[in-house]
């Protein structure tokens, strides 16, 4: 399978900061790359699909404002959460779609938990 | 709103039984069907990928998809302990994003 990363794993800040989350695709070129949310206990939810060179695409009732996305190149996809607060402690994941294989087929980071105080 | 069911759970078995993960999907025109396994605080890791009716074999794993009845199920052969984990089920169709369901846990005990 192909390999993504994010950084940090974990990160705790305080109410009214911004947090950077970065994604990459250690093994191949995504041009596509997705951003998740899961709350304890939940599943997984579709917050925005980041695509390199254009704007993301933001699922209903996510504010584009407050989660910024970035896809400056093939490999790197960031989420900056603006001026956190505690109700945005999550963990955090993004995937990347592999466009070498099934085109559908998306791997998942690590994930990122926020705790915001 | 496309929605993918699962059984929340959990669902116990024994070492060494077969595990049966059921999940049912309300789009008619989805046509990728994915097996995510997840341990407790880590992400999501693929396990398969079915794309048509039938059968498909991995391992000890083998998801089955009958898009007649909007049905999709992992069966996992020969369970360890180290299988416990949470099982989501996820779907595309349509613009390519993936619709989770709320997952099963299986608990595998020895």
């Known amino acids: 399978g192909a390999v993504v990363s994010q950084h940090p794993s974990r990160v705790i800040c305080k109410s009214g900061t911004s947090v950077k989350i970065e994604c990459r695709s250690l093994?191949?070129?995504?041009?596509?790359m997705f951003w998740y949310r899961q709350f304890p206990k939940q599943s997984l939810m579709l917050m925005a699909t980041?695509?390199?060179?254009?704007?993301?695409?933001?699922e209903q009732g996510v504010e584009k404002d407050k989660f910024l996305i970035n896809h400056a190149s093939l490999t790197l996809s960031t989420l900056t959460v603006t001026s956190a607060h505690p109700e945005d402690s999550s963990f955090y994941i993004c995937?990347?779609?592999?466009?070498?294989?099934?085109?559908?087929?998306?791997?998942f980071g690590p994930g990122t938990r926020l705790l915001v105080l | 709103q496309k929605e993918v069911e699962q059984n929340s759970g959990p669902l116990s078995v024994p070492e060494g039984a077969i595990a049966s993960l059921n999940c049912t999907y309300s789009?008619?025109?989805?046509?990728?069907f994915f097996w995510y396994r997840q341990y407790s605080g880590k992400s999501p890791e693929l396990i398969m990928s079915?794309?048509?009716?039938g059968d498909k074999e991995d391992g000890r794993f083998t998801a089955q998809l009958n898009k007649a009845s909007q049905y999709v199920s992992l069966l996992i052969r020969d369970s360890q302990p180290s299988d416990s984990a949470t099982y989501l089920c996820?779907?595309?169709?349509?613009?390519?994003?993936?619709?989770f369901g709320k997952g099963t846990m299986l608990l595998v005990s020895p």
């Open positions: 995937s990347a779609r592999n466009p070498s294989g099934r085109e559908e087929t998306q791997y």
């Open positions: 093994d191949f070129q995504a041009t596509t």
């Open positions: 980041s695509n390199e060179g254009s704007k993301a695409t933001y």
């Open positions: 789009d008619r025109g989805s046509q990728s």
């Open positions: 079915i794309y048509s009716n």
């Open positions: 996820a779907v595309i169709s349509g613009y390519s994003t993936l619709t």
